[in-house]
């Protein structure tokens, strides 16, 4: 699902580069990324997504070279194969908790917002507890229910790759289970990977895999 090679990225102002001699991940796996911070590890998620473009090497997800595709091209690309949990949620503070879960069918072509869509955004809603404030604004959510229309918002598309940056970073103990488990599920039943960065040790043994960047070629 997922291959990098000899990629190299840094910042245009600074700050540090990162490298990755050699990065697979097989369709379907769920896979943990961990490591300090500041070492990169949301930038692997920005250049898997097609966020963020390396200086050199390639970037494939599904067999397709993201690294070579136009901004356009990457934008609609993520759209219609990736699930994204951002750690700032990156929710639209003028939409309803509702509006912001079935948010990429208002701004992808091709994605149909119909009553199977609306009765999948009201499922997520449900399964992580917030089906009582889909018509609240963000600014009225918490942060980990604001967290949960995120992670709401990356599953609804039903897409084939699920990136999450601390998808379970403000919530607690028990809502950190419930999120998961979703997660997994809703990624078994679709044939998803998972490639999740979290600094939470203790959810490791639910993944078929850990990547620590200490393993990654790291310069700063």
């Given at each position: 699902m997922i291959?990098?090679?000899?990629v190299s ?9 990162l ?11 769920r896979?943990?990324v ?17 966020l ?59 994605l ?29 959510l ?5 967290q ?13 790759l ?9 919530l ?19 044939g ?10 203790e ?18």
């Open positions: 291959e990098l090679r000899d990225f840094a910042y245009p102002r600074g700050g540090f580069r490298s990755v001699p050699e990065l697979s991940i097989a369709e379907g796996a896979v943990a961990v490591g300090p911070s500041g070492t990169g590890k949301t930038t692997l998620l920005n250049l898997v997504a097609g963020a473009v390396p200086e050199r090497g390639t970037v494939r997800v599904g067999g397709v070279q993201v690294s070579e595709l136009s901004e356009t091209q990457r934008r609609s690309f993520r759209a219609h194969r990736i699930g994204f949990v951002f750690q700032n949620f990156a929710l639209m503070d003028y939409l309803p908790a509702r509006e912001n879960i079935l948010y990429p069918y208002r701004i992808v072509r091709g149909r917002l119909d009553a199977e869509a609306r009765a999948r955004a009201a499922s997520l809603a449900e399964a992580c507890g917030i089906a009582g404030k889909l018509d609240r604004r963000p600014n009225a918490s942060q980990g229910e604001q949960r229309v995120a992670i709401c918002r990356a599953l609804v598309t039903q897409p084939g699920i990136l999450a940056d601390e998808a379970t970073g403000n607690d103990p028990e809502t950190k289970t419930v999120i998961l488990d979703l997660l997994f599920e809703r990624a078994a039943d679709a998803a990977t998972i490639l999740a960065v979290t600094h939470d040790h959810l490791l043994p639910r993944f078929d895999r850990v990547i620590d960047f200490a393993d990654l070629r790291i310069t700063t």
